[in-house]
């Protein structure tokens, strides 16, 4: 079975300017979530998807960030401008339907904000 | 934030001895997770126990669950130098959503 894919793996850019990260999830699981883990941290939920519908955004910096998931499938995160304090890892996961079930992490982005 | 506690924040012990990490958390669950990160190998999720469950095996692991003290913990027994990684307790909350602690570092020393 195929895992969760990310990409890029890593990406260094100036402040603001854009960026944009990429999840595939296992096929057939129907959540997916990003995550954003600083460094010593552990990982923070930004966005969680059922299908392709919204089920919590409520950490999600809005009015830099954003997220999509078209079809119910993939998904881009995107940040626009990012600042440095953005500087950090970005996960991928997904499970098979309810947030209670095991979620299955992509190795992630690591994004450098300079 | 909801966040939950891990003690301790790391962790370093001689290969052949036992780990234990204990993690608290403040509001009521639905279940407890925890889960493993290392460089190779990203986030992977090591063991689920339930709300109702009081103690749970899976292999050299064996993790327990106190309702009444909002506490866990986690033992990984005969460690290896494999097992270096950090540890992450997640709790299931009524938010929906799963919630991280902050980790605890484990080094096995060869």
């Known amino acids: 079975e195929a895992g969760v894919a990310q990409s890029p793996r890593y990406k260094i850019i100036e402040k603001r300017q854009s960026v944009a990260f990429w999840c595939n999830p296992i096929?057939?699981?129907?959540?997916l979530y990003w995550y954003q883990q600083i460094l010593g941290q552990g990982p923070k939920l930004l966005i969680q998807?059922?299908?392709?519908?919204?089920?919590?955004d409520s950490q999600l910096p809005k009015d830099r960030f954003s997220a999509e998931r078209l079809k119910g499938v993939d998904s881009t995160l995107k940040i626009q401008p990012a600042k440095l304090e953005d500087s950090a890892v970005y996960l991928c996961?997904?499970?098979?339907?309810?947030?209670?079930?095991?979620?299955?992490f992509g190795p992630g982005t690591r994004l450098t904000v300079l | 934030s909801q966040q939950g506690e891990e003690d301790p924040q790391a962790l370093s012990i001689q290969e052949g001895e036992n780990a234990t990490m204990n993690c608290s958390y403040k509001t009521s669950i639905n279940n407890l997770q925890w889960y493993r990160q290392n460089s190779g190998r990203g986030l992977v999720h090591l063991i689920l126990?339930?709300?109702?469950?009081r103690e749970k095996h899976s292999g050299r692991l064996r993790v327990t669950l106190d309702t009444s003290k909002k506490s866990s913990s986690l033992l990984i027994t005969a460690s290896r130098a494999a097992d270096t990684a950090s540890y992450f307790c997640a709790e299931t909350q009524g938010a929906q959503k799963l919630v991280f602690g902050q980790g605890t570092r484990l080094t096995i020393n060869p």
């Open positions: 096929s057939g699981h129907a959540t």
């Open positions: 996961a997904s499970s098979l339907l309810k947030f209670t079930d095991t979620q299955y």
């Open positions: 126990i339930r709300s109702n469950e």
């Open positions: 998807f059922q299908n392709n519908g919204v089920v919590d």
